[in-house]
């Protein structure tokens, strides 16, 4: 296109548009009188009787058809996207006089296949708009004879590459009036696209929660409204997604789209089970639409509700996966539709229904992990989900099964907590849940205290029986994970940079801060500090020292973990111990900020000291999730095995935390009584380290014996 039309269209400026289309038709016939008043010709319209029909005006060489820009778009598509004021009605009227076929043109496959009404209609050029119909109507009335309401309905029924016509955009756009303008030219532009054609109008409408506008297609254009929408969905298929309000609408102008499924057999139910938007309403933005929603909004009906009213058998129609509506329900974890197809008012018989691999919704929540459900479905209370507590599917496993392999440790817990729930079923590889979860604990280096070690641990505890179709060693064979010494050997290097960065920077602090102290250095110039005698300082002091000493422990231990010379299980055990090692540094790193805050603002402010004291301490119960997955853990041994069971693991787990906070008593103990506090602290060093230095002593002798018996290595298995 040349640039100067194209400068003229995008502004709107008729006098340079129009002087270079003359132009154009001037040097094109050089011996014809240019005219402002150009008579239209139509292909096929009969000549008027005993008159001559006069010949075409040429059109100027700058619309002809490769004129157009790098998207393919016209000089009528420009102009009719760049606005609708009154130079651009007149450039338009002026491209249409010298190429009329221009005006249903569509764009190149770079443009989309759109028309100039697609354009103007985009751009919310309602002027634009009623020009090219105009046009049209016009044409038709000048050169066929009729009212022109064919050629208006050609124009306005033209499609795009994506199969929509103008009404579509003016749709997306949100313009009500320019809907309503189209559809008062062409009241049946709404039914196009035919059902399964592609997406209608309507459906649009919908989708953008543009209600107004969707009502107002429906009530211009009748029964004959299309409810189409992409991959054989309906416009109900949409409304369920958006507003129970809507959906109630479509539903009372067409009830039968409730029974119709899409390209893959899914019913609007389906699309409404596996909706977000019905989820129970627990994270804080929920909760807070919830409390400000409005009183008339309480009690209304759910488009879940309204689809059972109005096809009461939709929650026995699967979809092309073999998939129920509560088995997408569960999927998705909306525990709402869950309990509302299971209550006894509606249809209780859902809880059997079976999907393609046999599984109930159960399984299918408990494969998620949707934690809500499986809880929901194991409460005892409920006599409606008890028969398939122990459901096996097509593989032979239950729910339970499938909660070990997933490793979701919440939907494990609701499941072992119920004593229905039978813990020795074996799946059709002969495997029991037990089985499952030693063949799914990874070998080598890895987080003890992650979900599937707490879910072997409780399985354990719960007494579990493993298979008895194998030997054990065969089962462990084939079945528990093998360790790759070269995989586990560059994981351990790679986990111990960042660890040792950690240990050297808490040793570089703690160093820093034993010699510049709170408070700082008295002025007898003895060089002690001025706080020095206190019983908060001496504490403080015993923090950092401790600090230090673990830190630098963990860093010695690093060093031996990281270097691939050492033995595979030598190095293991040195980087678990500086992992302990750390965890006591940083807790006496936190107690030495604590201390040396309330040193230094105490004088000036002592309630503000306590409050940073007690802030900063809380992390120490923070840390981690070990401590609540502990009790979690003893409350559904608990709830499973009886009160006796608590006996058995929870001395244990408080002798563990007990352990862990000891050195607390060190810190604040020696302050008091520093020789009994360090003794506690060395015998607690010790105690720690009792294992690891047997092991350590062990593996010296054997280098020792290999040194000193080279000829006589030690028999394997004696």
């Given at each position: 296109m040349d640039p100067r039309l194209l400068?003229?269209?995008?502004?709107?400026?008729?006098?340079?548009?129009?002087?270079?289309?003359?132009?154009?038709?001037?040097?094109?016939?050089?011996?014809?009188?240019?005219?402002?008043?150009?008579?239209?010709?139509?292909?096929?319209?009969?000549?008027?009787?005993?008159?001559?029909?006069?010949?075409?005006?040429?059109?100027?060489?700058?619309?002809?058809?490769?004129?157009?820009t790098p998207q393919g778009d016209s000089a009528l598509h420009v102009v009719a996207a760049s606005g609708d004021g009154e130079g651009f009605l007149r450039c338009a009227r002026a491209i249409y006089r010298h190429a009329a076929r221009l005006l249903d043109r569509p764009s190149a496959s770079g443009g989309g296949g759109d028309t100039p009404?697609?354009?103007?209609?985009?751009?919310?050029?309602?002027?634009?708009?009623?020009?090219?119909?105009?046009?049209?109507?016009?044409?038709?009335?000048?050169?066929?004879?009729?009212?022109?309401?064919?050629?208006?309905?050609?124009?306005?029924?033209?499609?795009?590459?994506?199969?929509?016509?103008?009404?579509?955009?003016?749709?997306?756009?949100?313009?009500?009036?320019?809907?309503?303008?189209?559809?008062?030219?062409?009241?049946?532009?709404?039914?196009v696209p035919a059902p399964g054609g592609g997406m209608s109008p309507l459906y649009l409408a919908v989708s953008l929660r543009h209600d107004r506008i969707a009502e107002a297609l429906h009530q211009q254009g009748g029964d004959e409204v299309s409810y189409s929408g992409p991959a054989g969905q309906t416009a109900l298929h949409a409304a369920v997604l958006r507003s129970a309000e809507m959906t109630e609408k479509i539903l009372e102008w067409n009830k039968g789209l409730a029974g119709e499924a899409d390209a893959s057999s899914s019913t609007a139910l389906h699309f409404a089970a596996a909706s977000p938007e019905n989820n129970p309403e627990t994270d804080s933005s929920s909760l807070l639409r919830r409390c400000l929603r409005s009183p008339s909004s309480h009690g209304r009906r759910t488009p879940?509700?309204?689809?059972?009213?109005?096809?009461?058998?939709?929650?026995?129609?699967?979809?092309?996966?073999?998939?129920?509506?509560?088995?997408?329900?569960?999927?998705?974890?909306?525990?709402?539709?869950?309990?509302?197809?299971?209550?006894?008012?509606?249809?209780?018989?859902?809880?059997?229904?079976?999907?393609?691999?046999?599984?109930?919704?159960?399984?299918?929540?408990?494969?998620?992990?949707?934690?809500?459900?499986?809880?929901?479905?194991?409460?005892?209370k409920r006599a409606v989900a008890a028969s398939i507590l122990n459901a096996q599917d097509d593989d032979g496993n239950t729910a339970l099964h499938l909660a070990v392999v997933a490793g979701d440790l919440g939907s494990f817990w609701c499941l072992l907590r119920n004593r229905e729930v039978r813990l020795d079923l074996a799946n059709n590889d002969g495997l029991t849940p037990v089985d499952l979860s030693r063949s799914t604990v990874p070998a080598g280096l890895y987080y003890k205290t992650s979900a599937r070690t707490w879910i072997l641990w409780s399985l354990v505890e719960s007494n579990a029986l493993g298979s008895n179709f194998r030997r054990n060693d065969h089962f462990e064979e084939e079945y528990v994970p093998k360790k790759d010494e070269s995989a586990e050997s560059k994981k351990m290097t790679e986990s111990t940079q960042m660890l040792g960065v950690g240990a050297a920077l808490v040793a570089a602090v703690t160093f820093a801060v034993a010699f510049s102290p709170p408070g700082g250095y008295g002025g007898d110039g003895g060089g002690a500090p001025a706080l020095a005698g206190q019983y908060p300082f001496d504490a403080f002091m015993y923090a950092v020292a401790i600090a230090f000493a673990y830190s630098m422990l963990a860093t010695f231990s690093l060093m031996y973990s990281s270097t691939a010379a050492v033995d595979w299980k030598l190095r293991r055990a040195y980087f678990e111990r500086s992992l302990a090692w750390m965890r006591q540094s940083t807790r006496s790193l936190l107690v030495a900020f604590a201390l040396g805050v309330y040193l230094v603002l105490a004088p000036v402010s002592r309630t503000t000291a306590i409050g940073i004291m007690v802030s900063a301490s809380g992390t120490l119960f923070l840390r981690n999730r070990e401590v609540l997955r502990m009790?979690?853990?003893?409350?559904?041994?608990?709830?499973?095995?009886?009160?006796?069971?608590?006996?058995?693991?929870?001395?244990?787990?408080?002798?563990?935390?007990?352990?862990?906070?000891?050195?607390?008593?060190?810190?604040?103990?020696?302050?008091?009584?520093?020789?009994?506090?360090?003794?506690?602290?060395?015998?607690?060093l010790g105690h720690e380290d009792v294992s690891f230095l047997r092991y350590v002593n062990g593996k010296l002798s054997d280098i020792l014996d290999a040194l000193l018996n080279p000829t006589l290595p030690t028999p394997q298995g004696v």
């Open positions: 400068r003229a269209a995008r502004r709107g400026d008729f006098a340079g548009l129009e002087a270079l289309l003359l132009g154009a038709a001037a040097a094109a016939a050089p011996n014809q009188v240019a005219i402002d008043v150009v008579v239209v010709h139509h292909h096929g319209a009969a000549a008027v009787p005993g008159q001559q029909a006069p010949e075409a005006a040429p059109v100027p060489h700058l619309l002809d058809a490769a004129a157009t009404l697609h354009r103007a209609a985009r751009a919310g050029n309602a002027a634009m708009v009623g020009c090219l119909l105009d046009m049209a109507r016009q044409e038709e009335e000048e050169l066929a004879g009729g009212t022109g309401g064919s050629r208006v309905a050609e124009v306005l029924e033209k499609r795009n590459a994506r199969q929509e016509t103008a009404l579509h955009d003016a749709v997306r756009l949100g313009d009500e009036q320019l809907v309503r303008h189209l559809m008062s030219v062409h009241p049946r532009l709404a039914r879940t509700q309204l689809l059972l009213e109005a096809d009461p058998s939709l929650p026995f129609r699967p979809d092309g996966d073999g998939e129920y509506p509560i088995h997408v329900a569960a999927a998705a974890g909306n525990l709402r539709l869950v309990a509302l197809l299971l209550d006894e008012h509606c249809c209780p018989e859902c809880a059997g229904l079976r999907d393609a691999r046999g599984r109930t919704f159960l399984h299918v929540a408990a494969d998620r992990g949707r934690q809500e459900v499986v809880g929901f479905a194991a409460d005892d009790l979690m853990c003893a409350y559904v041994l608990h709830k499973r095995m009886g009160i006796m069971v608590l006996a058995r693991i929870g001395v244990p787990m408080a002798v563990v935390q007990l352990q862990s906070s000891l050195i607390f008593v060190v810190i604040f103990g020696a302050a008091l009584c520093p020789p009994l506090c360090l003794l506690v602290f060395v015998g607690k």
